[in-house]
Nanobody, 121 residues
Framework: QVQLVESGGGLVQPGGSLRLSCAASGSIFSIRRMGWFRQAPGKQRELVAVITTADNTNYADSVKGRFTISRDNAKNTVYLQMNSLKPEDTAVYYC???????????????WGQGTQVAVSS
């Protein structure tokens, strides 16, 4: 049983900032990577940012220089600091984790419930 619990979404004006958090809990042996996806109405779900346990990061071109992904390994938590937000950033943001629940289990891909981010005047 693995759960990803997200928080930090909300309504913000253009140019504002939000910080999303996602904590993984349950049976977790090791985490390969954690990241954030987003999906706007009528559009494909896209990768926003990802970070590995080794602190390697990758960002979508549309958010480079504005968003920062980070993690706290002790808390199994990943963060997404979003600055200079634009209306185009409006979407449901989903936390994602690829992890190994135990040594005798198969690596799995897990998702949070999603949190709404709305950027509007």
């Amino acid at each position: 049983q693995v759960q990803l619990v997200e928080s930090g979404g909300g309504l913000v004006q253009p140019g504002g900032s939000l910080r999303l958090s996602c904590a993984a809990s349950g049976s977790i042996f090791s985490i390969r990577r954690m990241g954030w996806f987003r999906q706007a109405p009528g559009k494909q779900r896209e990768l926003v940012a990802v970070i590995t346990t080794a602190d390697n990061t990758n960002y979508a071109d549309s958010v480079k220089g504005r968003f920062t992904i980070s993690r706290d390994n002790a808390k199994n938590t990943v963060y997404l600091q979003m600055n200079s937000l634009k209306p185009e950033d409006t979407a449901v943001y989903y936390c994602n984790a690829v992890l190994l629940p135990s040594l005798w289990s198969q690596e799995g891909n897990y998702w949070g419930q999603g949190t709404q981010v709305a950027v509007s005047s």
